[in-house]
Every structure is written in C-alpha cells, then in structure tokens.
C-alpha cells in the first residue's frame, strides 16, 4: 500500500541558508500535518493543512512556512536556518472525513544545519 | 500546562514476560488516545486508538486501557519478542474531528533474549 512519501530523506545546510522539505500523503488524504522532533525529543507539532488551507498551527517559528497545494502535497520552508532548526522533519495524513484517527507518518526528513 | 507524561526510564525485559508501560496526562480532556511505536530514525507507527468512552482495547499481544478519572493508560505488551525493542510513544488528541497528536517523550523497551 502506498506510504507517505517525504523527501528529501536528508539534507545539510550551513546556518542562515534555506531548507525546503517536501511531503506527498498517501492517495485520498486530504490532511497534512509537520512535525519536528529533536534529538531525544517527542515529536512536536508545527501546522496542519486540510483541503489545502491551513487547520491548526503549532509552535512553528515564523522563519518557517508551509502550504499545501492543489494534489494535496505540502511543502515546509525554512529560511535563515539555525543550528536549532536540526532534527528530524515528520509528516502525517489522514482522511478528515472518514478517518479512524490515526495519523500515518513518512519516513521523514533529517536536517542538519552545521 | 498541559503535560503528558510517560515512564521516564527506559524499561528492560524479558523475551515472553510483559512489558506494561504508562502514560498520564493533566490539564487535558483527550478526545481520544493513540499509542505509536518508533524505531530510531523513522517515523511513528500507528498501534492502538482508545477512545474516552471506551476502557480497554486489544490487538494481537497488545493491550490498552483508558482510565479518563485517574488521567491515566497503560499500554501491555505480552509475550514480549525483541522484535518488540522499540519506543513506544502515547499521543493524545482533544478533539473527535481533529487529528492534531500531543506526544509524549515515549518509553524505550528493550526486549532481552
């Protein structure tokens, strides 16, 4: 069954460069969500989309943005980068509306701002 | 605050015992309770979901119950394997139509042979 496919799987940056991370949700998965999770961390949320408009937003820095476009894939920039910023990038769908609850998560993106 | 908190030292078993893990929260009425299982470096995988009227669900080896009075879950494991070696993660969710997940920092089981 097709996953949630994020890419890309890992990036390096210097400090102060800009990051784009890409997710593609499983088929019929109108809801995107971002989550960052450090080192030794729990995952934390950043911003959700549903129907390509922006649901819920989280402790998101406002270096960072998202959106999600027409064929429901989502897209997070992160610009003026700081050794902070590196972690582990997650994305999750689900289907709003018939939905169980459960989210299903890529992979994720692993950036390193050095 | 809100806080969700989980057993804060890793646990260590033995192949077939069980392992039981706990999640308890404050400052929050969860729609809902999921459980996630994450291997170093990858994502979360969906496990268990519980809802606030339910008190107790099973899957295979697993088992979850839902105690909303004492703000608490327990997660079993049974018949534990070391394929069970993993983190385990409880992610909490205040509404029914918004799948938004508050995690905990998750237990890591290390299952000896």
């Known amino acids: 069954a097709a996953g949630v496919i994020q890419s890309p799987r890992h990036l390096i940056k210097e400090k102060r460069e800009t990051a784009t991370l890409k997710c593609y949700p499983i088929p019929r998965h109108d809801t995107v969500y971002w989550y960052q999770q450090g080192p030794g961390q729990d995952p934390q949320f950043l911003i959700s989309?549903?129907?390509?408009?922006?649901?819920d937003k989280g402790s998101i820095p406002d270096r960072f943005s998202a959106q999600q476009f027409s064929d429901y894939h989502s897209e997070l920039n992160m610009s003026s980068l700081e050794l902070g910023d590196s972690a582990l990038y997650f994305c999750?769908?689900?289907?709003?509306?018939?939905?169980?609850?459960?989210?299903?998560f890529g992979e994720g993106s692993r950036l390193t701002v050095l | 605050s809100q806080k969700i908190e989980q057993n804060s030292e890793a646990l260590n078993i033995q192949e077939g015992k069980t392992a039981t893990l706990t999640c308890n929260y404050t400052n929050y009425s969860p729609a809902y309770l999921q459980w996630y299982r994450q291997d170093p470096g990858r994502g979360p995988v969906f496990l268990l979901l519980?809802?606030?009227?339910?008190k107790e669900k099973r899957k295979e080896r697993l088992k979850v119950t839902f105690d909303t009075t004492l703000k608490q879950s327990l997660f079993h494991i049974t018949a534990s394997q070391p394929a069970d070696s993993a983190t385990y993660l409880c992610a909490l969710s205040r509404f029914s139509n918004d799948y938004k997940l508050s995690f905990g920092a998750g237990t890591t089981v290390t299952v000896r042979a």
């Open positions: 519980i809802r606030e009227n339910e």
């Open positions: 989309f549903y129907e390509k408009m922006q649901s």
């Open positions: 999750a769908s689900s289907p709003r509306v018939a939905g169980t609850g459960e989210l299903f």
